[in-house]
């Protein structure tokens, strides 16, 4: 539906009405603007989002449990709907319950045993709610994991997999293309758009394994360091100020700090000595 209303042209020489009529969309959702969280559903975010970075394994029961600990009168139902909002889900094993027709897209998880000894061999690509003081936002990140430097980024307001994708073809076209994209099961990579596309690049794919806490681990701990280190301490007032000081820190990340796990070095030294 998003992707439809984001073909209307207000220019065009064809009206709204008939435009919308041609893509089978109402009218009214071109001027509908969705009510935003309230401050206390948003401080209830900013709280499980910190919560989820320590107890990933810990689901909607122990997190109603919390929160009822720490004054928050709310349901199990209330729980579970502002963690699909973030985009957080329990890391542990469960039953299969992927949607029809999207099985299909679901790739091995590759890394597993393999050497990783060189720039642009494997990447990791993921999604992150990130709080703001009123309201909150998604960042996408994809770091190179021999390295650690992180290739590319963008903020969005969605999680649509056009955001991820757009995102994948930036940072190929400013720093090459990579062996192997990982990413989770997300319905942002098990789609149709995502795959043909990597496939088409001659990119191989690979996924988490359902309930693996440290598959994709090297995008994790960085979304970990910019929170703890950026976004909790600074909360942004508005998308713009986010964009700047996510953009600060990840320059910072990628050119400034020493990283205990590539031997005390600069993503950006290591990278771009081999690259």
């Known amino acids: 539906m998003n992707q439809r209303l984001k073909l209307v042209d207000n220019q065009d020489t ?40 320590s107890h990933p394994s810990e689901g909607v029961i122990n997190v109603q449990d919390l929160l009822f600990a720490m004054g928050f009168l709310v349901n199990h139902k209330r729980v579970r709907r502002l963690l699909r909002l973030m985009g957080l889900m329990a890391i542990y094993p469960k039953r299969n319950l992927s949607k029809p027709g999207l099985k299909k897209y679901i790739q091995p998880y590759l890394l597993k045993g393999l050497t990783i ?100 681990i090297f995008i994790e701990r960085f979304f970990r360091s910019l929170k703890y280190d950026y976004v909790y301490l600074h909360p942004a007032n508005d998308g713009l100020e986010l964009y700047q000081g996510v953009k600060e820190y990840i320059q910072y990340y990628n050119h400034t700090r020493h990283h205990q796990g590539i031997g005390r070095k600069i993503p950006a030294s290591l990278y771009k000595s081999v690259a």
């Open 117 to 216: 000894n060189r720039p642009n061999q494997v990447w990791q690509i993921d999604i992150s709610y990130i709080p703001m003081k009123n309201g909150f936002l998604y960042l996408t990140a994809i770091i190179d994991v021999y390295s650690r430097y992180v290739v590319g980024w963008g903020i969005s307001n969605t999680l649509d997999a056009d955001v991820s994708l757009s995102i994948l073809k930036q940072a190929i076209e400013d720093h090459g293309q990579p062996g192997i994209v990982n990413s989770d099961q997300g319905s942002q990579f098990t789609c149709e758009q995502w795959t043909d596309y990597l496939k088409g690049k001659g990119i191989r794919i690979s996924m988490d394994g359902k309930g693996r806490a440290v598959d994709n």
């Open 14 to 53: 064809v009206s709204i009405r008939k435009q919308c009529e041609l893509l089978s969309v109402h009218k009214s959702s071109l001027y509908y603007a969705p009510k935003g969280e309230s401050q206390e559903n948003l401080k209830i975010m900013r709280i499980m989002d910190e919560h989820y970075l």
